[in-house]
């Protein structure tokens, strides 16, 4: 016999607890269920193992799906209230597409060349820029000597500065994409778009089928729910954005800051990031003014700081009140979490996935639970540190006295009882 088949017939014999042919056939059957069993845990395990690689390993690939995923939720709206007027799904798509791909190129036309030579003088003039910043600095700090050596910007300072610069540019520019990869990236983007867009039904139906018949309503509505929300985002980021950028590309040219289209441009993409974008948006173009005159940037602080919540407190919540309904701390939360671990793709993603979260927790956790009819009251104690379930066992906060004897009586009796009984004993 071959020496691993008599390992694992010795092993069978250990396991199985075999010490002749009187052994007990219970206790024979117990172990070779608990062998069959211990089996079936130890390839779940490696299965789930392999898995997990395998996942980490494409983990680019799943980003980049689940962003064309994300693009075709968006743009299915349209095509589906086409084809619901009698407009073939194809022809749709195609209208759909054009239409985008009209209004991006005509963008493009309109500002690609005069940002490329804003560009190109805002980095000529990076370094004035960094020593005027400095200057201002070193001025400001005179009167405090002691943290003076801190916060000096001198030239040796500002050439490492630009030198750490532009390193790290050269490097961004070593590992990133090729263009010409960057190109087949994006066409294969479109493709994936157009063609989940274009035919989504069996998609849509392969997903329902991996779910177990009893999962597959919910699963619907959790669906459903995600993709209202995704479209919502989708269309009320752009209109929000595109609030933000046009006037700051005016009041920027007013106040006379140097690369205004830049930041424009900035602040448009910069509005996609929920939450985080107020930040993003408005610390460079603060210092390029700070560099420039510090009552420049003064004003384009108060600016951003404005118009972040004037649109933030008055327009955005009635543009997205009828689809986004996440709290803010948690849609932090989610972004935070994807940034930190997938960067640029996780800051894009960040709002999306927050919502597919929340609307499958609501279907296959929360919809499952009873109803609390006390949660409100539950929610008041908790903020104003009341006891809660001391006296009477899930006692409302505001009971009158009366109702709290009646609420607590039968506790009280039960006590008695328990007291009294085993006092007797």
């Known amino acids: 016999m ?40 130890l390839y779940l ?23 064309a995923l994300i693009l075709a939720i968006a743009l299915n709206a349209p095509v589906t209230w086409l084809e619901r007027r009698r407009v073939p799904r194809t022809l749709a798509t195609l209208l759909v597409f054009g ?4 209004t991006l190129g005509l963008l493009g036309w309109l500002t690609v060349p005069r940002l490329i030579r804003e560009l190109t003088t805002l980095i000529n003039l990076v370094p004035e ?27 040796a300072v500002a050439s ?24 087949v990236l994006m066409l ?53 954005s595109g609030m933000k950028a046009v006037p700051a590309f005016v009041v920027l040219s007013y106040l006379g800051v140097p690369g205004a289209l830049v930041w424009s441009v900035f602040t448009f993409f910069a509005g996609l990031v929920p939450r985080l974008g107020f930040y993003i948006m408005s610390i460079p173009p ?66 999306p996935v927050a919502g597919f979260i929340r609307a499958f927790y609501d279907e296959f956790y929360l919809a499952r639970l009873p109803k609390d009819a006390q949660r409100e009251e539950r929610v008041e104690a908790m903020l104003g540190r009341e006891s809660w379930g001391e006296t009477g066992e899930d006692m409302p906060s505001g009971a009158t006295p009366a109702e709290a004897a009646a609420l607590s009586a039968p ?6 009882r328990t007291v009294s009984g085993s006092g007797t004993e």
């Open 2 to 41: 071959h020496k691993y088949a008599v390992v694992t017939a010795w092993t069978r014999r250990v396991w199985l607890g075999y010490t002749g042919p009187e052994s007990n056939e219970v206790t024979t059957q117990t172990g070779r269920d608990l062998f069959q069993a211990l089996a079936r845990a």
């Open 45 to 67: 395990a490696v299965a789930l193992v392999a898995l997990l690689w395998f996942g980490h390993r494409i983990i680019n690939v799943l980003l980049f799906f689940a962003l």
């Open 99 to 102: 239409v985008v791909a009209a």
């Open 129 to 155: 820029l960094v020593m005027s910043l400095g200057r201002r600095v070193s001025n400001f700090v005179a009167d405090y000597p002691e943290v003076e050596p801190y916060l000096r910007l001198d030239e």
């Open 160 to 183: 490492r500065l630009m030198t750490w610069s532009f390193g790290m540019l050269q490097d961004v520019w070593r590992y990133s994409l090729s263009l010409l990869i960057s190109v």
């Open 188 to 240: 294969v983007l479109i493709s994936i778009v157009l063609f989940a867009v274009t035919d989504p039904r069996p998609l849509l139906a392969g997903y329902i089928e991996a779910m177990p018949p009893h999962l597959r309503d919910p699963a619907t509505r959790a669906f459903n729910s995600a993709s209202r929300m995704v479209v919502g985002w989708v269309y009320s980021s752009m209109i929000i």
């Open 286 to 351: 603060v210092l390029v003014a700070l560099a420039v005159d510090p009552r420049i940037a003064l004003w384009v602080a108060l600016y951003y700081w404005g118009m972040s919540e004037f649109l933030g407190n008055f327009v955005a919540p009635r543009i997205q009140a009828a689809t986004m309904t996440l709290h803010p701390v948690y849609l932090l939360f989610v972004t935070l979490a994807l940034v930190s671990a997938f960067g640029l793709f996780g800051a894009i993603l960040g709002t």
């Open 411 to 416: 506790a009280a009796a039960l006590s008695g």
